[in-house]
T-cell receptor, first 117, second 115 residues
Framework: GAVVSQHPSWVICKSGTSVKIECRSLDFQATTMFWYRQFPKQSLMLMATSNEGSKATYEQGVEKDKFLINHASLTLSTLTVTSAHPEDSSFYIC?????????????FGPGTRLTVL | AQSVSQHNHHVILSEAASLELGCNYSYGGTVNLFWYVQYPGQHLQLLLKYFSGDPLVKGIKGFEAEFIKSKFSFNLRKPSVQWSDTAEYFCAVNALAYNTDKLIFGTGTRLQVFP
């Protein structure tokens, strides 16, 4: 159980275009979803936390207008990288949590590798 | 601000050797603690977690971790590693007082096990 999927698994786009990444919880309802960014050989950096039906909470330094997050249902959250630039190239990972606050575990998706040319 | 330190960046072991990966965090209040593993080309998987109770936690694949509150540590151990344990290991902390499920990750430890 507790499977999280991401689509696409990899994407290449031109600079200036927008890219949407989907995160789905397949066998549970995710009240909270998280978006991370992972640079090569580095740790995961939390970008934002989204709760179903409400606005996402962004971490300091993350541009809200550039990284649009929507959590429209209990099984789906999307991250849209708007006007992508080469420096946005990275590995984007989502995770989902189903339980009560501070008592549950995050389950991670397989990640999406974004390359901006 | 909370932070998580993993001092071993790269560990190389032979099969059957014992493993201990260090994890220290900087937060004085109540925490939930996690170890995640990322096998090559795969997504993060939960190895084990500590929320409360017995500070010695047993996880999957023979791993265990001990929470030592006085040392702000949550070291991961395995008595005898296998080649298949080659992976990246991440320690993560959730500080309960911040009223959020947000996880702070350490920088990770790359483990290579040679046959």
């Amino acid at each position: 159980g507790a499977v999280v999927s991401q689509h696409p698994s990899w994407v290449i786009c031109k600079s200036g275009t927008s890219v949407k990444i989907e995160c789905r919880s397949l066998d549970f309802q995710a009240t909270t979803m998280f978006w991370y960014r992972q640079f090569p050989k580095q740790s995961l950096m939390l970008m934002a936390t989204s709760n179903e039906g409400s606005k996402a909470t962004y971490e300091q330094g993350v541009e809200k207008d550039k990284f649009l997050i929507n959590h429209a249902s209990l099984t789906l959250s999307t991250l849209t990288v708007t006007s992508a630039h080469p420096e946005d190239s990275s590995f984007y990972i989502c995770s989902a949590s189903s339980g009560g606050l501070n008592t549950d575990t995050q389950y991670f998706g397989p990640g999406t590798r974004l390359t901006v040319l | 601000a909370q932070s998580v330190s993993q001092h071993n960046h790269h560990v190389i072991l032979s099969e059957a050797a014992s493993l201990e990966l260090g994890c220290n965090y900087s937060y004085g209040g109540t925490v939930n603690l996690f170890w995640y593993v990322q096998y090559p080309g795969q997504h993060l998987q939960l190895l084990l977690k500590y929320f409360s109770g017995d500070p010695l936690v047993k996880g999957i694949k023979g791993f265990e971790a001990e929470f030592i509150k006085s040392k702000f540590s949550f070291n991961l151990r395995k008595p005898s590693v296998q080649w298949s344990d080659t992976a990246e290991y991440f320690c993560a902390v959730n500080a309960l007082a911040y009223n959020t499920d947000k996880l702070i990750f350490g920088t990770g430890t790359r483990l290579q096990v040679f046959p």
